[in-house]
């Protein structure tokens, strides 16, 4: 089946800081991939995305590259800010599997960035 | 303009009582989902349907009901039989490209008093 597998959180930085979250996946076929934002008490937000290998998605300074041949999709920023604070979900979408099931979220990873 | 809606924001429930949460969405879009959160963890998925009339249960499903008479509204019940209900429910909704992204709703948080 399909699988997401993030970074272990409590991630804490101090601002300006260089940001890396780490997610890899495992898919039946060719997915869709996608980071979410989730701010306190809200829901969750589209990030960014990218569709096939080699894509890259970027929003708001944060990057991230699809790469099939590591299966990874790790999200970057060069320079954290305090408002980045919140917690982050990578995701995926298989066309594969057939079912409305295809969202296969990792388990959130907590970011903290202090002044 | 378009979203998604859910209602209240904040439900208070007595232990034995059902309580039913609304989902509305004015994207147009087929599928919609359920999704519990609790604190510090991940989504798991609750309900899902594809199409009115139709839904499907998810690695949760026990203890809750939906229905889905409107291609708009998706709303959850979450019935006494669900021994732990204290938890963020989160809607959200999605059309049929699979390249696209879900859109949620703000949550509902939901306590058993």
């Known amino acids: 089946g399909n699988s997401v597998t993030q970074m272990e959180g409590p991630v804490t930085l101090s601002e300006e800081a260089f940001l890396t979250i780490n997610c890899t996946y495992t898919?039946?076929?060719?997915?869709?991939l996608f980071w979410y934002v989730q701010y306190p008490g809200e829901g969750l937000q589209l990030l960014l995305k990218?569709?096939?290998?080699?894509d890259k998605g970027s929003n708001k300074g944060f990057e991230a590259t699809y790469r099939k041949e590591t299966t990874s999709f790790h999200l970057e920023k060069g320079s954290v800010q305090v408002s980045d604070s919140a917690v982050y979900f990578c995701?995926?979408?298989?066309?594969?599997?057939?079912?409305?099931?295809?969202?296969?979220f990792g388990s959130g990873t907590q970011l903290t960035v202090l002044p | 303009d378009g979203g998604i809606t859910q209602s209240p924001k904040y439900l208070f429930r007595k232990e034995g009582q059902n309580v039913t949460l609304s989902c509305e969405q004015n994207?147009?879009?087929?599928?919609m989902y359920w999704y519990r959160q609790d604190p510090g963890q991940g989504l798991r998925l609750i309900y899902y349907?594809?199409?009115?009339?139709?839904?499907q249960k998810g690695d949760i499903a026990e203890g809750y009901s939906v229905s889905r008479e409107k291609k708009e509204s998706f709303p959850l019940t979450v019935t006494s039989a669900q021994k732990n209900p204290t938890a963020f429910y989160l809607c959200?909704?999605?059309?049929?490209?699979?390249?696209?992204?879900?859109?949620f709703g703000q949550g509902t948080r939901l306590t058993v008093v």
């Open positions: 349907s594809q199409i009115v009339n139709d839904f």
């Open positions: 898919a039946t076929g060719y997915p869709s």
């Open positions: 994207l147009n879009h087929d599928a």
């Open positions: 959200a909704s999605r059309d049929g490209d699979l390249n696209t992204e879900a859109f």
């Open positions: 995701a995926l979408s298989d066309r594969a599997s057939g079912s409305a099931r295809q969202l296969t």
């Open positions: 990218a569709t096939k290998a080699d």
